[in-house]
């Protein structure tokens, strides 16, 4: 198996710019997950999917993030406008919903100017 | 919200020592992971823990899942060069379904 699969792996944007990172799964998995990890706050929790649909998206910082999953392979985390305190690295992350262990992508690294 | 109390923050140790680290909490978790992250990459799976009191093995590895389900500790054996990277704990907490909590991570370093 391939693994979690994201892209980009690097960005590099401008403030205001919108930002679209992608995340596909691993085949099989029916659970999804959205983090971001940031020197000061560790691995955060962003919003998770069962079977392409949003359980709890309490993470996600404000109006400015949003995530789709329109079919079980594929998932996208969006920002719009992006500001230099969303840089970060993003996680994407995938598991059986009844094994519970996840297995994470190898991130995309997002800097914003 | 819960947390996960890692320790300790970072060691630097002689190839060869056995290295220890644990987590803590004041909640109860039905599940413990450990995971490893090197530099530039997502974190990768360990192991994983499912019962109060399991103790499994990954070839250098051994982790244990603590009786009250409020602690773990990961233990590598004969460390070597590449055992370098950041671990981490996370637990699924009972009542909040598939939502894992983090440790903040301890840094091992390997002076050869």
């Known amino acids: 198996d391939a693994g979690v699969i994201q892209s980009p792996r690097h960005e590099v944007t401008e403030m205001g710019q919108e930002v679209t990172l992608r995340c596909k799964p691993i085949s099989g998995h029916n659970s999804l997950f959205w983090y971001r990890q940031t020197m000061m706050r560790g691995l955060e929790l962003l919003i998770y999917?069962?079977?392409?649909?949003?359980?709890?998206d309490s993470g996600m910082p404000e109006d400015r993030f949003s995530a789709k999953m329109p079919n079980a392979s594929f998932s996208t985390l969006k920002i719009q406008p992006s500001e230099p305190r969303d840089s970060a690295v993003y996680f994407c992350?995938?598991?059986?919903?009844?094994?519970?262990?996840?297995?994470f992508g190898p991130g995309t690294r997002l800097l914003v100017l | 919200g819960q947390q996960l109390n890692q320790s300790p923050q970072s060691m630097f140790i002689q190839e060869g020592e056995d290295v220890s680290m644990n987590c803590t909490s004041s909640?109860?978790?039905?599940?413990w992971l450990w995971y490893k992250q090197d530099p530039g990459e997502g974190p990768v799976l360990l192991i994983a823990l499912y019962k109060a009191g399991e103790l499994t093995s990954n070839g250098r590895l051994t982790a244990q899942f603590g009786i009250t389900r409020k602690d773990s500790f990961l233990n590598i054996s004969a460390s070597i060069p590449s055992d370098v990277g950041i671990y981490f704990c996370a637990g699924l907490l009972m009542e909040y379904g598939n939502k894992l909590v983090f440790g903040a991570g301890t840094i091992l370093r390997v002076k050869s």
């Open positions: 992350a995938s598991s059986f919903q009844d094994r519970k262990t996840q297995y």
């Open positions: 909640s109860i978790f039905n599940t």
């Open positions: 999917f069962n079977n392409n649909v949003p359980i709890d």
